[in-house]
Protein backbone atom coordinates (compact mmCIF):
# COMPACT_ATOMS: atom_id res chain seq x y z
CA UNK A 1 0.00 0.00 0.00
CA UNK A 2 1.62 3.20 -0.77
CA UNK A 3 -0.01 6.07 2.02
CA UNK A 4 0.34 9.72 2.34
CA UNK A 5 -1.07 11.74 5.15
CA UNK A 6 -1.14 15.24 4.25
CA UNK A 7 1.42 15.17 1.00
CA UNK A 8 3.42 17.95 0.10
CA UNK A 9 1.77 17.72 -3.21
CA UNK A 10 -1.83 16.04 -4.57
CA UNK A 11 -2.24 15.94 -8.35
CA UNK A 12 -3.91 14.84 -11.49
CA UNK A 13 -1.88 15.12 -14.49
CA UNK A 14 -1.44 13.60 -17.68
CA UNK A 15 1.70 13.36 -20.08
CA UNK A 16 0.91 13.08 -23.95
CA UNK A 17 -0.62 14.97 -26.26
CA UNK A 18 -4.35 16.25 -26.15
CA UNK A 19 -6.18 13.19 -28.36
CA UNK A 20 -3.61 10.51 -26.70
CA UNK A 21 -2.92 11.48 -23.13
CA UNK A 22 -2.31 9.45 -20.20
CA UNK A 23 -3.84 10.44 -17.01
CA UNK A 24 -2.38 9.86 -13.70
CA UNK A 25 -2.70 10.64 -9.95
CA UNK A 26 0.73 11.56 -8.31
CA UNK A 27 1.71 12.08 -4.52
CA UNK A 28 4.64 13.75 -3.38
CA UNK A 29 6.09 13.58 0.53
CA UNK A 30 9.59 13.66 1.90
CA UNK A 31 10.80 12.50 -1.45
CA UNK A 32 9.41 9.92 -2.63
CA UNK A 33 6.42 10.31 -5.46
CA UNK A 34 3.78 7.56 -6.58
CA UNK A 35 2.28 7.54 -9.94
CA UNK A 36 -0.79 6.03 -10.28
CA UNK A 37 -2.48 5.55 -14.09
CA UNK A 38 -6.74 5.93 -14.31
CA UNK A 39 -9.26 6.74 -17.08
CA UNK A 40 -9.72 10.41 -17.99
CA UNK A 41 -13.52 10.12 -16.85
CA UNK A 42 -12.29 8.52 -13.75
CA UNK A 43 -10.27 11.57 -12.79
CA UNK A 44 -13.55 13.71 -13.73
CA UNK A 45 -15.72 11.80 -11.41
CA UNK A 46 -13.32 11.69 -8.74
CA UNK A 47 -13.18 15.46 -8.55
CA UNK A 48 -16.59 16.07 -8.92
CA UNK A 49 -17.31 13.26 -6.12
CA UNK A 50 -14.63 15.16 -4.17
CA UNK A 51 -16.79 18.59 -4.92
CA UNK A 52 -19.91 16.96 -3.64
CA UNK A 53 -18.94 15.22 -0.61
CA UNK A 54 -16.81 18.62 0.79
CA UNK A 55 -20.01 20.67 -0.22
CA UNK A 56 -22.05 18.23 1.99
CA UNK A 57 -19.31 18.07 4.72
CA UNK A 58 -19.49 22.14 4.94
CA UNK A 59 -23.50 22.23 4.56
CA UNK A 60 -24.03 19.39 7.91
CA UNK A 61 -21.29 21.16 9.70
CA UNK A 62 -23.38 24.36 9.33
CA UNK A 63 -20.16 26.08 7.74
CA UNK A 64 -17.83 25.33 10.82
CA UNK A 65 -15.72 22.87 8.95
CA UNK A 66 -12.48 23.74 7.75
CA UNK A 67 -13.12 23.46 4.32
CA UNK A 68 -13.45 26.26 2.00
CA UNK A 69 -16.24 27.16 0.03
CA UNK A 70 -14.08 27.37 -3.28
CA UNK A 71 -10.13 26.74 -3.99
CA UNK A 72 -8.14 29.22 -2.70
CA UNK A 73 -6.12 31.30 -5.21
CA UNK A 74 -2.47 30.26 -3.23
CA UNK A 75 -3.02 26.39 -3.63
CA UNK A 76 -3.17 26.70 -7.65
CA UNK A 77 -0.55 24.24 -8.51
CA UNK A 78 -0.16 24.26 -12.79
CA UNK A 79 3.24 22.45 -12.42
CA UNK A 80 3.28 19.48 -14.24
CA UNK A 81 3.26 15.80 -12.94
CA UNK A 82 6.98 15.04 -10.88
CA UNK A 83 8.96 13.28 -13.72
CA UNK A 84 9.94 10.58 -14.21
CA UNK A 85 6.00 8.96 -13.74
CA UNK A 86 6.45 5.67 -13.33
CA UNK A 87 3.13 3.75 -13.32
CA UNK A 88 3.14 1.48 -10.05
CA UNK A 89 -0.73 0.23 -11.35
CA UNK A 90 -3.36 1.01 -13.24
CA UNK A 91 -6.43 1.57 -11.23
CA UNK A 92 -9.48 0.29 -11.12
CA UNK A 93 -11.56 0.85 -7.94
CA UNK A 94 -11.71 4.11 -6.34
CA UNK A 95 -13.44 5.07 -2.93
CA UNK A 96 -13.77 8.57 -0.48
CA UNK A 97 -14.44 9.19 2.88
CA UNK A 98 -14.63 12.22 5.10
CA UNK A 99 -13.19 11.40 8.29
CA UNK A 100 -14.94 14.08 10.65
CA UNK A 101 -12.51 13.40 14.13
CA UNK A 102 -9.37 14.32 11.78
CA UNK A 103 -10.93 16.92 9.30
CA UNK A 104 -9.69 14.79 6.55
CA UNK A 105 -10.63 13.53 3.36
CA UNK A 106 -9.82 9.96 2.93
CA UNK A 107 -9.23 8.70 -1.41
CA UNK A 108 -8.36 5.60 -2.19
CA UNK A 109 -7.27 4.22 -5.45
CA UNK A 110 -6.80 0.57 -5.73
CA UNK A 111 -5.43 -1.56 -8.74
CA UNK A 112 -7.27 -3.16 -11.60
CA UNK A 113 -7.61 -6.90 -11.09
CA UNK A 114 -8.65 -9.39 -13.52
CA UNK A 115 -9.95 -12.30 -11.84
CA UNK A 116 -10.88 -15.93 -13.37
CA UNK A 117 -13.41 -18.32 -11.69
CA UNK A 118 -15.55 -20.89 -13.25
CA UNK A 119 -18.73 -19.84 -11.97
CA UNK A 120 -20.22 -16.05 -10.62
CA UNK A 121 -20.21 -17.94 -7.34
CA UNK A 122 -16.23 -18.59 -7.45
CA UNK A 123 -16.08 -14.83 -8.58
CA UNK A 124 -17.30 -13.39 -6.06
CA UNK A 125 -15.61 -15.78 -3.56
CA UNK A 126 -12.16 -14.89 -4.81
CA UNK A 127 -13.04 -11.16 -4.93
CA UNK A 128 -13.71 -11.69 -1.55
CA UNK A 129 -10.39 -13.28 -0.30
CA UNK A 130 -8.56 -10.74 -2.89
CA UNK A 131 -9.76 -7.77 -0.65
CA UNK A 132 -9.77 -9.55 2.66
CA UNK A 133 -5.91 -10.39 1.91
CA UNK A 134 -3.88 -7.22 3.24
CA UNK A 135 -0.63 -8.43 2.63
CA UNK A 136 -0.86 -9.75 -0.91
CA UNK A 137 -4.43 -7.94 -2.04
CA UNK A 138 -4.47 -5.55 -4.66
CA UNK A 139 -2.32 -2.53 -4.81
CA UNK A 140 -3.57 0.74 -3.45
CA UNK A 141 -2.81 4.62 -3.33
CA UNK A 142 -4.16 5.80 0.42
CA UNK A 143 -3.84 9.77 0.19
CA UNK A 144 -5.40 11.90 3.36
CA UNK A 145 -6.02 15.65 2.54
CA UNK A 146 -7.60 18.56 4.59
CA UNK A 147 -10.65 20.35 3.10
CA UNK A 148 -8.19 22.79 1.40
CA UNK A 149 -5.67 20.16 0.05
CA UNK A 150 -9.12 18.32 -1.89
CA UNK A 151 -10.50 21.35 -3.00
CA UNK A 152 -7.42 22.12 -4.95
CA UNK A 153 -6.92 19.16 -6.17
CA UNK A 154 -10.23 18.60 -7.67
CA UNK A 155 -10.18 22.25 -9.39
CA UNK A 156 -6.87 21.28 -11.17
CA UNK A 157 -8.11 17.91 -12.18
CA UNK A 158 -11.49 19.49 -13.51
CA UNK A 159 -8.73 21.77 -15.12
CA UNK A 160 -7.00 19.04 -16.71
CA UNK A 161 -10.07 16.97 -18.00
CA UNK A 162 -11.24 19.86 -19.44
CA UNK A 163 -7.61 20.93 -21.26
CA UNK A 164 -8.20 18.22 -23.87
CA UNK A 165 -9.40 18.94 -27.64
CA UNK A 166 -11.92 21.09 -28.09
CA UNK A 167 -15.46 19.99 -28.61
CA UNK A 168 -17.07 20.08 -32.10
CA UNK A 169 -20.18 22.86 -32.18
CA UNK A 170 -21.99 20.37 -34.15
CA UNK A 171 -21.95 17.22 -32.29
CA UNK A 172 -19.74 18.07 -28.90
CA UNK A 173 -17.38 14.96 -29.70
CA UNK A 174 -13.82 15.93 -29.45
CA UNK A 175 -11.85 17.43 -32.72
CA UNK A 176 -9.20 15.91 -34.05
CA UNK A 177 -6.04 18.17 -35.22
CA UNK A 178 -6.20 15.79 -38.34
CA UNK A 179 -9.56 16.39 -39.28
CA UNK A 180 -13.06 15.24 -37.50
CA UNK A 181 -15.84 12.91 -39.43
CA UNK A 182 -18.74 14.21 -37.68
CA UNK A 183 -22.39 12.56 -37.36
CA UNK A 184 -24.44 15.32 -37.70
CA UNK A 185 -22.51 16.69 -40.94
CA UNK A 186 -24.11 12.77 -42.07
CA UNK A 187 -20.17 11.88 -42.45
CA UNK A 188 -18.21 14.35 -44.38
CA UNK A 189 -15.14 15.54 -42.99
CA UNK A 190 -15.22 19.03 -40.97
CA UNK A 191 -11.51 21.06 -40.49
CA UNK A 192 -10.76 21.99 -36.79
Known amino acids: MFFYDAPD ?5 TVGLPGRRSFYLQATA ?26 EVVRRSGGNAPVPAVSPAEMSDTAPLESPVEEEFRVGTMA ?13 AQALV ?8 DLADAEERLLQD ?11 LTGT ?25 PLDPEGHVCPRQNGY ?3 A
Open 149 to 173: MARAFAKRALEVVNAGRPPCPLCSL
Open 134 to 144: DENGPPMLRVR
Open 96 to 108: LAWDGEDQRMIIE
Open 30 to 55: AGRTTSVALEKTQVAALAERIDELLD
Open 114 to 121: ELEADSDE
Open 9 to 13: RFVAG
Open 189 to 191: RRD
